[in-house]
């Protein structure tokens, strides 16, 4: 049975890229614009990993994953956060967060699927 990803992201492009190339690898996606949609969307999907824009509108990335590990549901999926904050101290405050891996914007292709196999595996 193929592994269940959720996506969430704010920009457009980003995210069919992010689901395009990750149903290309034969996963199922469920894709997520808005930060605020993101739990009801892990609950209702139950996926096996959860793809993180950290800058959203309306909430933070980094709330949406310290939700995610209080919610008894989505404690123990595994979160890569992407964001364009690569600033020093930024990784640090997203793994304190909760996020299982971390990449920086922009995402070429070949470290992506490496760390998201390396996640659902």
Request: glycine share 6%.
């Amino acid at each position: 049975m193929a592994k269940r990803i959720l996506v969430v992201e704010d920009n457009d492009l980003n995210r069919k890229l992010f689901c395009d190339v990750l149903k290309a690898n034969g996963f199922e996606v469920e894709p997520v614009a808005d930060g605020e949609l993101a739990l009801n969307a892990a609950r209702a999907f139950a996926p096996d990993l959860a793809i993180m824009d950290i800058q959203l509108p309306n909430i933070s990335g980094l709330d949406l994953i310290s939700a995610m590990r209080r919610d008894a549901s989505l404690k123990d999926v595994p979160v890569l956060a992407v964001t364009a904050y690569a600033g020093k101290g930024d990784e640090d405050r997203i793994r304190d967060a909760g996020a299982t891996e971390y990449l920086s914007k922009p995402v070429s292709i070949g470290p992506f699927m490496t760390t998201v196999r390396k996640l659902v595996d």
